[in-house]
């Protein structure tokens, strides 16, 4: 499986997190286990058939898809002649360049005609017409989240949502109202998704052999049991098996 990520273009990285390119292996198919990360992807199959979120959609040659923000791990079937083409875009900016964001949590839904990539140019300058086709598209340049988001991540998932609530001047209820709105899950979820992201890149990077106490402790687990639940809620995996 080759796989390759792309910056966009400057005016369009405070929404757009990468590009990316999946091709499957010449010779094997593979699974391929994605974990969530709290963010909104589009995706366009350029090739044949793809199997995904557990084996119940197929995505279809030529047709573009919006996969909402995930709670769990989701799984795809990466034949040899696999071959998408996606889009990640930063936690809340999916209504900077569609009218709305209905309830996509979990969800893998096919976009209408009408919002969806041009095959043909996709083929020919794939990243150049993404960020053409964004560039055009970027209705709002204001980034709603963006210092709730920063807050969460320069925190690592840790800061309890009152505080968050009140480092930002808003209230609890409206806190909630346009994070589910603008991201499709509550702040608290998304706060745990980053706190798991933090955990999972000191247990996959660890060259010290550090307990996963310690780890669980650093990451504002009760211990090791509750981190261990965690990974296995969002990977599928105990922390032995990342």
């Not at 910056?7 to 974990?35: A, C, M, T």
């Not at 969460?152 to 409206?174: A, D, M, P, V, W």
């Not at 499709?184 to 998704?193: A, M």
């Amino acid at each position: 499986m080759k796989y390759k990520k792309i910056k966009p273009h400057n005016e369009l990285e405070s929404f757009i997190d990468f590009y990316w390119e999946l091709k499957g292996n010449e010779f094997k198919s593979q699974r391929e286990r994605v974990f969530p990360d709290g963010c909104t992807g589009i995706v366009m199959n350029i090739g044949n058939k793809c199997l995904t979120d557990n084996g119940l959609l197929s995505m279809e040659f030529g047709k573009t898809y919006v996969v909402g923000a995930m709670t769990s791990f989701k799984d795809s079937v990466i034949d040899t002649d696999t071959h998408l083409m996606g889009v990640c875009l930063k936690p809340g900016t999916f209504t900077n360049f569609y009218a709305s964001q209905n309830e996509l949590t979990n969800d893998t839904v096919e976009f209408e005609k009408s919002q969806s990539f041009n095959l043909d140019k996709t083929f020919e300058n794939s990243f150049n017409y993404f960020n053409q086709f964004f560039s055009s598209r970027l209705k709002n340049k204001n980034y709603q989240l963006q210092s709730i988001i920063n807050d969460i991540h320069s925190t690592k998932g840790q800061l309890c949502i009152y505080e968050l609530s009140k480092r930002n001047f808003t209230t609890i209820r409206q806190l909630e109202r346009n994070f589910k709105k603008l991201i499709g899950l509550s702040p608290k979820k998304y706060s745990n998704i980053i706190r798991f992201r933090n955990a999972l890149g000191l247990i996959k990077g660890s060259k010290q052999n550090r307990s996963l106490l310690d780890i669980a402790f650093e990451c504002g687990y009760y211990d090791h049991s509750h981190l261990t639940n965690a990974i296995k809620q969002y990977t599928g995996l105990l922390p032995s098996d990342l």
